[in-house]
């Protein structure tokens, strides 16, 4: 979502801005702009669309100040436009805002009938009168704050700079992600660590309700009753080395050359590689006694979740329901006595998924999960949680996170089989071996990239591509589906195999492409069957599969060959060869490849 920065700097801080905002352009946005304190009175430049153009305003229009704030927008409320572009600013003060203000309406109209002039259509706008307000009352600029944050309803991160106030900055977060960094007689505050990496490695992350009053010498943070509270100060691992593109063209191929790595990693923290066996933490919870698991996540998490469910009903026999966070949040599901939820999240600030854990916590279960980012709001708020140690990921659309959530879940299902007594030692250590050997299969998958650009140049003809695929073969269609739409722009759907059948073959014909995710296990037959119908209606089917092109029964438009590998680790190795088809046609096609239209990487709100 929106990226925020801030900085009480010891000289000019526009162009530190605009390099912090830089590193937040993978949360995805549309416009961008910053503000300073200069000689006593707030300015600010904005431009919409990408950073260079607000880059570009500022050759022309410098804009100096020791103070600023800084915002890269992803709209919501308010078409993509300068006008609407963050910073938002009266004479008084300026604000730069992440989330969403639910009561914007009722707080515009009021302020609206007390003289206020408003111009932008964003629901922003509203704090920044509102604060002005109580400003025009007498009210000081940390009592004016306090004051306008009790009125505000919704999620939302902000940050506030005021005219005549040289060394004043206000966070405040509710919902949405926010961090204060500590330098040398400089302050700094961010939607997240990478965005401050190049300035401080010190960082204090607000927890939900806090508000701070940021000088140069320092922060003073409140909860939400206006108490002054401590929050620590932590070593951040963000740097500036671990967001550079290297020697790839986009961050997404990176990240997917990554990930024999980052897998190793992950693994390497839930194996104990030398008597290949599980080495899983203690969720607080006895695993032999679990009555069901609920598993709750959005987008490509929940594409993880669902293969999860997979491994845990087959090797564990344990019962697992699964949702997207946005409908389970309002089902008010029944939860289970002595239940296990568990949430996936790359950010770990996921609104949906945030709220769902809210939900569970409340009903009693055992929270635990699985994100990329430990000190992050869902982490904090779970009674265990799981590491994924892909790193930062820059790209929108996910990849090596995806395949290091299901490395932990993976061992998640093998402990919870282990404690439960449905898997014997030797099988645990068959299923650990073949974990341990992902890495090493995947990386012998990067090493072609020509299969893969030759299924592109096909899908780059196409209108509508289905992917298909059978067990836990089906989540990683949908997932390969995703990344097509995700970064080319094509349509795509994914489909269990068995339900082509049932409505989706009225769409083949020759123009359609058909990927089919096949590895060659006990459904493979009654894949085959599937894809020789597609053939038969003149489809052009594409067949991810370890087994021999003869083996499908017809003509193939192109075969990707895959290492043979246990059924246990097929899904992880099988959505590497997703994610490179749809990187390739997305390259083909000259799109934004990291930063593709209307998506944005962390959605911190509803």
């Known amino acids: 979502m929106c990226g925020i920065v801030g900085i009480l700097g010891k000289s000019s801080v526009s162009t530190n801005l605009v390099d912090a905002l830089r590193r937040l352009e993978y949360r995805g946005y549309d416009s961008a702009g910053i503000a300073t304190v200069e000689d006593g009175a707030i300015d600010r430049r904005r431009a919409e669309g990408k950073l260079r153009n607000l880059e570009k305003r500022l050759i022309s229009e410098p804009l100096a100040g020791r103070t600023g704030i800084g915002h890269t927008r992803w709209a919501t409320h308010g078409r993509p436009t300068e006008r609407n572009a963050h910073p938002h600013m009266t ?126 010498s320092g922060a003073e943070i409140f909860n939400l009753d206006g108490e002054r509270v401590e929050r620590p100060v932590v070593k951040a691992v963000a740097s500036a080395l671990l967001i550079d593109k290297g020697n790839y063209r986009h961050f997404m191929a990176k990240e997917i050359h990554e990930q024999p790595e980052v897998i190793s990693h992950t693994l390497a923290n839930y194996l104990d590689m030398t008597t290949a066996r599980v080495r899983f933490p203690d969720l607080g919870v006895d695993l032999s006694k679990i009555s069901r698991v609920t598993i709750s996540a959005c987008g490509t998490a929940y594409y993880a979740g669902l293969v999860a469910k997979y491994w845990i009903e087959r090797y564990a026999r344990l019962p697992v329901d699964i949702d997207v966070a946005s409908e389970m949040r309002y089902r008010e599901t029944p939860l289970p006595e002595h239940g296990l939820a568990v949430f996936v999240s790359q950010s770990g600030e996921t609104a949906d998924t945030l709220a769902t854990l809210r939900y569970a916590k409340a009903n009693d279960q055992r929270i635990a999960s699985i994100v990329n980012v430990r000190t992050s709001t869902i982490a904090r708020e779970s009674h265990a949680a799981l590491p994924t140690l892909a790193g930062p990921e820059i790209g929108v659309a996910s990849t090596k996170a995806f395949t290091c959530q299901l490395a932990v879940l993976a061992c998640l299902a093998i402990a919870i089989a282990r404690a439960r007594d449905k898997i014997t030692v030797e099988q645990e250590m068959a299923l650990v071996k073949s974990l341990m050997e992902v890495p090493r299969h995947i990386a012998t998958i990067l090493k072609n990239d020509e299969p893969f650009i030759a299924v592109a140049h096909e899908l780059a003809k196409a209108r509508d591509v289905l992917y298909l695929g059978r067990g836990s073969s089906f989540p990683i269609a949908l997932e390969g589906a995703l990344k097509l739409k995700e970064i080319s722009y094509i349509h795509a759907e994914g489909y269990a195999a068995g339900e082509l059948k049932h409505g989706p073959i009225a769409l083949i014909d020759e123009t359609v492409p058909v990927v089919v995710v096949a590895p060659e296990d006990d459904l493979f037959e009654k894949t085959v069957s599937n894809l020789q119908e597609v053939a038969a209606r003149g489809g052009q089917v594409i067949l991810i599969s370890d087994a021999a092109p003869e083996k499908a029964g017809c003509k193939l438009a192109a075969h990707i060959q895959m290492p043979s590998v246990d059924t246990f680790v097929a899904p992880m190795i099988y959505a590497v060869p997703t994610q490179l088809i749809a990187y390739q046609t997305a390259v083909l096609m000259g799109t934004d490849v990291d930063q593709p239209r209307n998506l944005a990487k962390s959605v911190t709100v509803e």
């Open 91 to 216: 004479a008084k003060v300026s604000v730069v805002h992440n989330g969403i203000i639910e009561n914007f309406r009722e707080l515009r109209a009021r302020l609206e009938a007390k003289g206020h002039k408003f111009e932008t259509d964003t629901d922003t706008e509203a704090v920044v009168h509102l604060i002005t307000d109580e400003m025009d009352q007498g009210a000081e600029p940390v009592a004016a704050v306090r004051s306008a944050l009790k009125h505000l309803e919704g999620a939302f991160a902000l940050g506030i700079i005021f005219a005549g106030q040289d060394d004043l900055m206000i966070a405040a977060r509710k919902g949405s992600p926010l961090a204060i960094g500590h330098g040398s007689g400089e302050m700094y505050l961010g939607s997240d660590a990478i965005a401050l990496a190049p300035f401080t490695d010190a960082i204090t992350y607000l927890e939900e309700g806090d508000w701070a009053v940021l000088h140069r």
